[in-house]
């Protein structure tokens, strides 16, 4: 589904990405963990199309597409969705009307005609309910003055609605107290299938306890160091990330 | 044909003027009139040499011979200017077509209260216009003074005591195009008598190709606990430009709500005065301003906070495309004994165009120590992080603009009380914005 191939990407000069290999095949799970500093977010927001970030080698296909080539709103149309770390506040625009050009703009672009309007409030319905958020929401401004947990719930509840191929949460648990990650990660579990793929971003073990990745990747400096199965993520936990930078340092 | 062509064209037309008037001529009107003619003389049109017009070059539209008088009885078939009026619901229509009053388009009212024409008004209630005519306006402006000088046509709305006008009023200008270029002057006289309430729609719309110059004045009085709602649309032709001059005085406990939308036009120059002269008064200045390549508008208000415990809120917001240009000018004075005032003022500007720009000052004046007063000038682009999130959920670059822009006109648009026009504000959003989705926000 996704194929990354020795991809090296930089903002301003600055080389973040230096490197990167990583397969995702249909219903996959695969967290990708790693110090601060190490690259997860500028991945996620190359694969998703943020233009600051210049792709200086390697590609990215996305279901045997060319997905570099593509423009964020045609990436979302492939299938791609990116639950932000820091979904942005949009005064004035309310999350219904901002759901509804959001389906009817993707379906567009598949050359269909828009949702009609009963079927897609239903849909809203259930989602919210699976988000357990307020039927409130909808009316209220996209994620102005919500709290990070509003944020996050919010973001997971667009995908449910969207229905990506292939979703990167970003940093998703961060800021997370236990009830919401629970509801999120039950979301997000609800929604796995054998047909659709997620990429989980994390900096700690504590999310992976309620997903449960296929594959854990640790990326340092750029690039995907180790990989291996969830007991990665537990040697992670015990062990800290010190542990692969010494690792690597003896190498 | 020049600037002072021009000039010298609208002095030999008000001996003209004078001479159709009769035995008029002895009147204290018209003595206004003759006093204000000279004065224009004297000061000539503005030029950007003054601090009140250093942003906005009258040169491009003076340049025009412009027919000072008006042939009447020009025939417009109602179906075919039906979409500028807010015809979903019933109003009152004050109709001119080439700077003529028509009947015909017109909805008029003497029952309970006035509604009909400024030389109507002139001719049957003398005593009305005696004591207010000319009392409100600023008559230094030399572009106040010419249109004084050939008051004789306009609006004349008179709400009499306690009445509230059964359904909204409606303004509208038409300019054609077998009147060629056209100077309209129209003179709007509307006085709202104690605890009473209207709301009023203005527009001035050209049909036609030729330049016209709309330079309008309307005078409001405003008295005690009375309550106004004026709403201005400015969407005219990219070959009418208007010049439009207000100036309101506020009684004690009244209310007034103006917003004027600013759309389409060559050159759009707005000069809102308000004035408490009774305290514990409200006024809310709206304005929303969407230009693009060519296009040019001026929001200049003043407002003078006289007595103590009143309150203003002023937003004005734009969003500036192409080559347009965009001024806005706040002032607001606070007089010493005027303690206890709350004055609000805001104004922010998207610059969506290269080579589009605006000029912002605020400019307080605050001689009372109990006040609460601030203001915030803002000129900015639209945000790449909320951009780049709507078009990561699939909403098209020029969608996901619109979608930010709309939300920032819907700020004033909201405001808007009346519901038929508000949509109809909406829907000349999405269309300037080249968009076919249609936010019930």
Redesign the interface.
């Given at each position: 589904m996704l194929h990354i191939k020795n991809l090296h990407a930089s903002i301003e000069d600055n080389k973040i990405l230096k490197g990167i290999n990583l397969e995702v095949r249909p219903g996959e799970v695969h967290a990708i963990m790693g110090p601060n500093g190490s690259g997860k977010s500028t991945l996620s927001s190359v694969i998703?199309?943020?233009?600051e970030y210049e792709v200086t080698e390697g590609s990215i296909e996305f279901l045997n597409e060319d997905l570099l080539s593509l423009?964020?709103?045609e990436?979302?149309?492939a299938g791609i969705?990116?639950s932000?770390q820091y979904?942005?506040e949009?005064?004035?625009?309310?999350l219904t009307?901002?759901i509804k050009?959001?389906?009817n703009?993707?379906r567009k672009?598949k050359g269909l005609e828009p949702y009609p309007a009963k079927d897609l409030l239903k849909k809203m319905r259930d989602c919210l309910e699976l988000l357990e958020m307020d039927k409130g929401f909808l009316s209220r401004?996209l994620n102005e003055g919500f709290s990070g947990g509003e944020k996050k719930r919010n973001e997971i509840f667009?995908m449910a609605l969207?229905e990506p191929k292939l979703a990167i949460l970003d940093e998703t648990d961060s800021g997370l107290d236990i009830d919401a990650l629970r509801i999120v990660a039950s979301g997000v579990n609800k929604l796995r299938s054998p047909k659709n793929s997620f990429v989980l971003i994390t900096h700690y073990q504590r999310l992976l306890n309620y997903i449960e990745p296929d594959y854990v990747h640790v990326l340092f400096n750029g690039k995907i160091v180790r990989s291996g199965g969830k007991e990665l993520a537990h040697e992670l936990e015990s062990k800290g990330y010190d542990w692969i930078k010494q690792e690597l340092a003896e190498v | 044909m020049s600037v002072e062509l021009l000039a010298d064209k609208l002095s030999s037309s008000f001996i003209v003027f004078e001479n159709e008037l009769n035995g008029e001529t002895k009147t204290d009107l018209h003595r206004i009139r003759r006093e204000s003619m000279a004065h224009f003389e004297k000061r000539g049109f503005p030029s950007i040499r003054q601090e009140d017009w250093k942003y906005t070059s009258l040169k491009p539209i003076l340049k025009h011979d412009y027919k000072v008088f008006h042939k009447g009885d020009q025939a417009l078939d109602f179906s075919d200017i039906k979409k500028f009026f807010i015809h979903d619901i019933d109003t009152y229509k004050i109709v001119f077509v080439n700077g003529v009053y028509s009947s015909w388009l017109s909805e008029t009212t003497h029952q309970g209260y006035d509604i009909c024409t400024f030389s109507a008004a002139l001719r049957r209630h003398r005593d009305v216009t005696n004591q207010y005519f000319s009392k409100a306006a600023d008559n230094t402006s030399a572009m106040v003074a010419l249109n004084t000088a050939f008051a004789q046509e306009g609006a004349y709305i008179r709400m009499s005591k306690g009445m509230s006008a059964v359904k909204p009023v409606e303004i509208i200008h038409f300019t054609t195009e077998e009147a060629g270029s056209l100077l309209n002057q129209p003179r709007n006289l509307i006085v709202l008598e104690e605890g009473s309430e209207v709301q009023i729609i203005e527009r001035h719309q050209s049909l036609g190709s030729k330049p016209v110059l709309t330079n309008s004045v309307s005078e409001i009085f405003v008295h005690a606990n009375a309550s106004l709602e004026l709403y201005r649309v400015q969407n005219d032709a990219d070959t009418a430009s208007i010049i439009n001059h207000t100036s309101i005085q506020q009684h004690r406990d009244s209310r007034v709500r103006t917003a004027v939308f600013s759309l389409g036009g060559k050159l759009m120059r707005n000069d809102l005065n308000i004035a408490f002269l009774g305290e514990n008064a409200e006024a809310y200045l709206d304005g929303l301003t969407l230009l693009d390549d060519g296009q040019h508008a001026d929001h200049h208000t003043r407002v003078d906070h006289r007595v103590p415990h009143c309150n203003s809120f002023e937003m004005y917001k734009g969003i500036y495309d192409g080559n347009s240009k965009g001024v806005f000018n706040g002032q607001i004075m606070v007089r010493p004994h005027a303690q206890k005032t709350n004055a609000f003022q805001q104004n922010n500007n998207i610059i969506l165009g290269e080579k589009a720009s605006v000029d912002t000052k605020p400019q307080l004046e605050i001689f009372a120590d109990d006040v609460k007063c601030s203001h915030g000038c803002t000129v900015g682009q639209l945000d790449d992080e909320a951009l780049f999130y709507l078009r990561s959920r699939g909403i098209p670059e020029h969608e996901a603009k619109a979608l930010l822009l709309y939300a920032i006109g819907d700020e004033v648009i909201g405001k808007v009380r009346l519901k038929e026009l508000r949509n109809r504000l909406h829907k000349l959003m999405a269309k300037k914005l080249n968009v076919d989705f249609q936010m019930e926000i």
């Open positions: 998703a199309g943020r233009e423009s964020p709103e990436r979302a149309h969705f990116l932000f979904p942005v949009i005064p004035g625009v309310s009307n901002f050009t959001s389906m703009e993707t672009a401004s667009q969207l | -």
